[in-house]
């Protein structure tokens, strides 16, 4: 049966509009209890929380429970990679940011069409592979967010070094064109890899489903979260063998826990339901961002493009008439980033959006609904 994890993407934080506020009293009340329900397994990276996640985790975990007691997973940033000598550079400085000897997991990150030639080029597989053999890696994998056939080219060449793959895997990408969660489930399961399933909610899209649907599930589930429904899909896919969960609060945790603690995968009946409710979502959603925020680094205007569509989609999804009410906020953030309109369309957003959105016609979009006066 599957575990949970807990993914350190998207941490409290103090101040919302500033991604290195990490709430560390609230972390650490989270760490405890996660560890007190039964699950060890985390996972972080180099980028996450604009470099500052590996050493929160150091300090909330780490520092406070013996090594022992969990699992700590990291990755090889693929797109800062400059020679082979960097890659040894980052490992060591990860380790230190974590306050750890080895990582019981590790990951490339994100081997896609964009950073395989790096990888291929730098032999990071092979330098990872050295890194096990001396102990300082106990398992090894990759992240991918890509099509079925490239994953499968990757597992061609790489097969003997990769234990794990990290894929995104939920209720609404399981058929998609685009992410193909469920053709790449199937081939892991044909080289007999397992999954650890990262955006098993979408982003949080997946908890705040609309109101049809969350009527749905709670007829047919009383007491159950719309997140649980995700949790359960991703968790009941029999090549998986870990779930991993953004937890912003402990009440995202204490649902967690719940559902992955006695794991019922979704039944017959449930899965009817489930497809009933993917064609609502899908009709309601404009913008199919998760907010993972990887669009923002190389942002030369700084655009706060997560936030920007996460308003749009609810502008769109509860219209009004005259100005819209969600153009307030819109406003607020343009004080301290730049507006959608100010976009150069450089395209490295799009360079590194694992949904592959098109960011730059869609900012358009944005500002001909949120600029207005």
């Known amino acids: 049966m599957a575990d949970l994890g807990f993914g350190l993407m998207r941490l409290p934080l103090r101040d919302p509009d500033d991604q290195t506020s990490i709430d560390m009293e609230l972390l ?14 985390f996972d972080t990276a180099y980028y996450y929380h604009r470099n500052t996640s590996e050493a929160a985790i150091k300090e909330a975990l780490v520092e406070r429970h013996p090594r022992g007691s969990f699992r700590l997973a990291t990755k090889m940033p693929m797109k800062l990679l400059e020679s082979r000598e960097h890659q040894e550079s980052i490992f060591s400085e990860q380790l230190e940011n974590c306050g750890v000897e080895y990582f019981d997991c590790y990951l490339l990150h994100n081997i896609c069409r964009s950073y395989y030639p790096t990888a291929e ?10 890194r096990k053999e001396e102990g ?3 398992r090894l994998g990759f992240s991918i967010h890509d099509d079925a056939d490239f994953l499968e080219r990757v597992l061609e060449r790489h097969v003997e070094d990769t234990e794990v793959v990290q894929l995104q895997v939920n209720y609404l990408d399981w058929d998609s064109l685009e992410t193909q969660a469920g053709r790449c489930c199937e081939v892991c399961e044909s ?6 399933v990262m955006e098993p909610v979408k982003g949080g899209a997946l908890a705040n489903v609309p109101a049809e649907v969350a009527e749905m599930f709670g007829n047919t589930t009383p007491g159950m979260s719309p997140a649980s429904w995700a949790m359960r899909f991703a968790g009941g896919i029999g ?19 719940r559902t992955m603690r006695d794991l019922r995968p979704l039944d017959d009946h449930e899965l009817e339901v489930l497809e009933r409710a993917k064609g609502i979502i899908r009709s309601s959603v404009a913008v199919p ?4 925020r990887y669009c923002v680094d190389d942002c030369p205007k700084a655009i706060a493009i ?15 008439k005259g100005l819209p009410p969600q153009r307030f906020y819109y406003l607020n953030l343009t004080g301290i980033h730049g507006k959608a309109s100010d976009c150069i369309g450089c395209g490295r957003c799009e360079e590194s959006c694992p949904q592959h959105l098109p960011i730059r016609e869609l900012l358009k979009d944005v500002a001909k609904r949120l600029e207005v006066y």
């Not at 009340?29 to 397994?41: I, P, R």
């Not at 080289?191 to 650890?196: D, E, L, R, S, T």
């Not at 779930?243 to 649902?255: E, F, I, N, P």
């Open 28 to 41: 650490k009340k989270m760490v405890d209890e996660f560890l007190a329900a039964g699950f060890d397994y």
């Open 121 to 130: 080029k730098l032999d990071t597989f092979r330098f990872l592979r050295e």
């Open 136 to 138: 300082r890696i106990r």
């Open 191 to 196: 080289y007999g890899i397992p999954v650890i």
């Open 239 to 257: 090549c998986v063998e870990t779930v991993l969960s953004g937890m912003t609060d402990m009440d995202q945790m204490m649902d967690n826990i």
């Open 289 to 292: 961002c998760t907010g993972c």
């Open 306 to 320: 997560p936030e920007f569509f996460s308003i749009y989609n609810d502008a769109v999804g509860t219209p009004s």
